[in-house]
């Protein structure tokens, strides 16, 4: 991260932040992760950013809570970073909602609130940035990390939103067919400078206050995924943009909070909640014809590919019966069955 050549160990990259923050992070069977994932607070905190900051267990039932207690004795137990135990699993959007609902009620409710993964670590520099953008930056309401693997190749974290044409995309998996596309594809280029987006992804994203006042929660009905696309999306028809800012970039192990996405792994098969998320998204903004149309096109399209995979000796990373249970979870059975 590039550096002003003034900077002291103890500020932010420009000088001091005043502007409150809280910080949000959600584990789930994933202690060690979330230490790494405090650790890295607790350096950003010592070069001057105040913060305060709040990780809550979803009920792991592995001593996740006893291991972070243990852990953050290193550092001499910070006032500033608190622990809680939840008392069920309710997800994602759960998790985080309890902590933001805490911020809205606290005696001096923070300007800024970031959500961070367990699986995600600040590089050094990381939230001085979004701070400042949102602070330079009044109509913008939420803003997202550079998400990046360890040796620093970046992630895609800035899309469009979903759509009929996207889900076509995603399935046919064709280049000349998404350079066709263009500005329907899902995920946006990436960039080296900020820009809007629709949606950034949730493991690095940070909220402007008065965009949970104006657009309301996380929406709980999500157990994962989709959760932060749905958010972004009430938070545009609030009248609040979305923009990606590059220069905070933020270590992400993809899939090892969830094991899901985890590209390490052989690929797993999809979990009954994804096709629920997905499908709750599309009926909530776009309605039963829409989200019908996108579902055929998604299954049209993947078939095609896997037909093509076959022909050319692709390698297979698909999840294991997923057009099956894409089809099994679409509106067109769905329906059907109710």
Request: hydrophobic share 40%; with cysteine; glycine share 8%.
């Amino acid at each position: 991260m590039p550096k002003d050549a003034s900077e002291g160990p103890n500020s932010t990259d420009r000088g001091p932040l005043s502007s409150p923050l809280w910080v949000a992070i959600v584990n789930y069977k994933t202690a060690a992760l979330t230490l790494d994932c405090l650790a890295s607070l607790i350096a950003e905190h010592r070069r001057g950013l105040k913060m305060t900051a709040v990780a809550v267990d979803n009920a792991s039932g592995d001593g996740s809570l006893e291991v972070l207690r243990q852990g953050l004795e290193a550092y001499r137990n910070p006032d500033w970073i608190r622990l809680e135990q939840l008392p069920k699993n309710g997800g994602f959007a759960y998790g985080n909602n309890v902590v933001l609902r805490q911020a809205l009620e606290a005696p001096h409710p923070p300007d800024y609130i970031l959500l961070l993964n367990p699986d995600a670590t600040a590089r050094e520099g990381a939230i001085a940035p979004l701070v400042r953008f949102l602070n330079e930056h009044p109509k913008v309401g939420l803003v997202g990390s550079r998400l990046e693997d360890p040796d620093g190749t970046p992630q895609t974290s800035a899309f469009r939103f979903p759509s009929i044409w996207s889900e076509l995309d995603n399935g046919l998996r064709l280049g000349i067919a998404s350079r066709l596309m263009g500005h329907r594809r899902l995920a946006l280029p990436i960039a080296a400078e900020p820009h809007p987006a629709d949606w950034l992804a949730g493991a690095s994203l940070m909220i402007r206050r008065e965009v949970l006042e104006t657009a309301g929660l996380f929406d709980e009905d999500y157990f994962l995924y989709f959760e932060e696309v749905d958010f972004c999306h009430r938070a545009q028809q609030a009248g609040w943009e979305c923009w990606y800012v590059p220069e905070s970039r933020v270590v992400h192990l993809v899939g090892q909070s969830t094991g899901v996405t985890d590209t390490r792994r052989s690929p797993q098969r999809m979990p009954q909640y994804w096709f629920e998320s997905r499908q709750r998204y599309f009926l909530k903004f776009h309605g039963a014809r829409y989200t019908a149309i996108a579902d055929l096109l998604w299954m049209v399209g993947f078939a095609l590919w896997r037909v093509r995979r076959w022909l050319f000796r692709k390698p297979d990373s698909d999840p294991p019966y997923f057009l099956r249970d894409f089809f099994r979870n679409s509106i067109w059975v769905k329906r059907g069955q109710s």
